[in-house]
């Protein structure tokens, strides 16, 4: 079977992988979104090896000295450095250090901290390039023109390739006081996000807002007495479409999630106690009618696999998981999984499980047909875990659970815990996207505008936080919620007032702010309540105050009393202009 051609994927992908490898996590995020969203989906991803662009690199070298080296009859000829392939000079040592040099005025922040060597070509955050590495990927040339012998350099196989050696990692240090002050690298100047914020305004205070799967001109804005799809044009104005309004009454939105596609959206409303679901399609018109459920609706849980629907139903002591597979179409939802604790978050983890937190425990349950628990992890104390995310890595799923008024963050899958993780109550939690599969990423926000970013590991249960943001001096500069971009490049948390984007990688200042106009910021008493279920004050978690990206990356809406401002976002180069959408 002959080699399939090479195409600008191939060595686009051999480009980001070593971008990666080589420690340059920004210039790879850069590249990805230029010219593919998820190089590793690519059908030839999976087959190639590490260090493969300078393997391949070094072996067209030695082809070519070999080619240079004969006549056209074959006879072996003496080569003068001229007709090396990069020419005669070498590349001097002082040059080497150069990059290293810049930015030498700036503190070292625990970003610095040496890591281990990414697995299969992802960076991790704040790992730099050894002065080996640079040596070994500038002087190539010089080792390919060096004639293999017995005894030559460790670091070369029989081949030629270089064999980049495992460096040993430094003692983890946790960063306690103060902000990160960033890596050793000139940061592009802050991007104001206001002149390209479009606003739009509802009638109530807004609780949910969501990005249509796979479409940056479609979000939904939710609140307790309506649901609207909103249309943002490129070259107009929003288009509003109201799908559900109510007036005061007994009748409630609950809840509202699209499907994993973005074909359907499911709209939950809760009446005496009692709970429906609609499903809309994408133009806002009602499609089906599922089962009622007897009790209120306080959760929606698409899969991003399948065309699963886990609903859950909540009062104060008893939880019901209840299954709705959107391919089988039952008459009734099947026996739910009756949990005897209230319920506060549910998180699907992969294929064919879900996390959910309670009052001291965090429950593990299998989800096929029907919906079982498999584990019951149960914490020291009956402390409260509001806020729960989970991953699955390459070797089992991750579970991380945070405690609002506690201030801690426990990991019960692999019991780890995390106590007194913030000076102030704990407000949301987020992974990072793409984690490595031995060493996870996530983020925690607090009261009193600190965001703080974790690094765990997995196998040794060391966890250390590589980075603390700050949202700075307000009135009410509460960091209420947060989220990470698609592709885990950016971090984004908001407060009332201020919105702040940060570079995970380099930490240091934000990269992009939005603020509130002052008129709005007297206008909305921050303090006032406002009346939730049964009349109780809506809490400060990002169930009511919702943060989300869209698929691409380069958009943010933020849910905010009567407001949802959509605010597109296009990263920049490094000193570089604005890049164009």
């Known amino acids: 079977m002959a080699q399939p051609d090479l195409t600008s994927h191939h060595v686009n992908y051999l480009i980001w992988r070593y971008l990666q490898e080589s420690g340059h996590g920004d210039a790879a995020v850069s590249l990805q979104r230029a010219w593919y969203p998820d190089p590793q989906t690519l059908p030839f991803a999976p087959y190639i090896k590490t260090h493969a662009l300078v393997s391949l690199v070094q072996k067209g070298l030695q082809y070519h000295k070999l080619e240079t080296s004969l006549d056209k009859e074959g006879n072996r000829i003496t080569l003068s450095p001229s007709d090396y392939f990069f020419g005669p000079e070498r590349l001097e040592n002082g040059l080497v250090g150069i990059r290293d040099a810049v930015g030498t005025d700036q503190p070292e922040s625990p970003s610095h901290v040496a890591r281990d060597r990414p697995v299969n070509g992802h960076a991790e955050p704040g790992r730099q390039i050894r002065k080996d590495e640079e040596d070994s990927d500038e002087s190539m040339e010089d080792k390919a023109q060096t004639e293999s012998q017995p005894g030559s350099p460790s670091h070369m196989d029989g081949d030629g390739d270089v064999s980049m050696a495992e460096e040993v990692p430094e003692p983890p240090v946790t960063l306690e006081n103060g902000d990160s002050s960033g890596i050793q690298i000139a940061p592009a100047k802050t991007v104001d996000l206001t002149p390209d914020t479009a606003l739009l305004d509802v009638e109530n205070h807004v609780t949910q807002a969501l990005w249509r799967p796979r479409d940056s001109t479609t979000v939904v804005a939710a609140g307790q007495e309506f649901c609207s799809l909103w249309k943002l044009p490129l070259s107009s104005e929003p288009v509003e479409r109201?799908?559900?309004?109510?007036?005061?009454?007994?009748?409630?939105?609950?809840?509202?999630?699209?499907?994993?596609?973005?074909?359907?959206?499911?709209?939950?409303?809760?009446?005496?106690?009692?709970?429906?679901?609609?499903?809309?399609?994408?133009?806002?018109?009602?499609?089906?009618?599922?089962?009622?459920?007897?009790?209120?609706?306080?959760?929606?849980?698409?899969?991003?696999?399948?065309?699963?629907?886990?609903?859950?139903?909540?009062?104060?002591?008893?939880?019901?998981?209840?299954?709705?597979?959107?391919?089988?179409?039952?008459?009734?939802?099947?026996?739910?999984?009756?949990?005897?604790?209230?319920?506060?978050?549910?998180?699907?983890?992969?294929?064919?499980?879900?996390?959910?937190?309670?009052?001291?425990?965090?429950?593990?349950?299998?989800?096929?047909?029907?919906?079982?628990?498999?584990?019951?992890?149960?914490?020291?104390?009956?402390?409260?875990?509001?806020?729960?995310?989970?991953?699955?890595?390459?070797?089992?799923?991750?579970?991380?659970?945070?405690?609002?008024?506690?201030?801690?963050?426990?990991?019960?899958?692999?019991?780890?815990?995390?106590?007194?993780?913030?000076?102030?109550?704990?407000?949301?939690?987020?992974?990072?996207?793409?984690?490595?599969?031995?060493?996870?990423?996530?983020?925690?926000?607090?009261?009193?505008?600190?965001i703080k970013v974790w690094q765990v590991d997995l196998e040794s249960k060391d966890y250390h936080c590589i980075h603390q943001f700050s949202l700075g001096p307000s009135p009410s500069n509460n960091a209420l919620t947060g989220c990470f971009s698609p592709d885990g490049y950016a971090l984004a948390a908001a407060s009332k007032d201020r919105l702040s984007i940060w570079n995970v990688e380099r930490g240091g200042e934000p990269i992009s702010t939005w603020t509130a106009p002052q008129s709005e910021v007297k206008k909305e008493d921050p303090d006032r309540p406002i009346n939730g279920h049964n009349g109780l004050s809506i809490p400060e978690s990002p169930s009511y105050w919702p943060l989300v990206w869209d698929a691409d990356g380069k958009r943010l809406a933020y849910g905010l009393n009567k407001k949802v401002r959509s605010l597109k976002w296009i990263p920049r180069p490094v000193d570089g202009p604005p890049s164009v959408p």
């Open 242 to 450: 109201k799908i559900v309004e109510f007036k005061k009454g007994n009748t409630t939105v609950s809840n509202v999630a699209w499907d994993a596609i973005g074909e359907k959206l499911a709209v939950a409303t809760s009446t005496n106690e009692k709970g429906s679901i609609t499903m809309y399609n994408t133009k806002g018109d009602a499609v089906d009618l599922l089962p009622e459920i007897p009790r209120i609706i306080t959760g929606l849980h698409w899969s991003d696999v399948s065309a699963q629907l886990v609903v859950v139903g909540s009062s104060d002591n008893v939880s019901e998981l209840a299954l709705w597979d959107d391919d089988r179409r039952p008459d009734a939802f099947p026996p739910p999984q009756v949990i005897e604790d209230h319920l506060y978050t549910v998180s699907w983890c992969g294929r064919g499980q879900i996390f959910a937190s309670g009052e001291g425990a965090v429950y593990q349950c299998e989800v096929d047909h029907s919906i079982r628990l498999l584990n019951t992890f149960s914490s020291r104390d009956k402390t409260t875990w509001d806020f729960l995310r989970c991953i699955q890595t390459e070797f089992n799923p991750v579970a991380i659970a945070a405690s609002g008024p506690a201030s801690s963050i426990w990991i019960p899958t692999h019991q780890i815990s995390i106590p007194n993780a913030h000076p102030e109550q704990i407000t949301g939690l987020e992974i990072r996207p793409q984690s490595n599969p031995k060493r996870i990423i996530f983020a925690s926000f607090s009261q009193g505008g600190k």
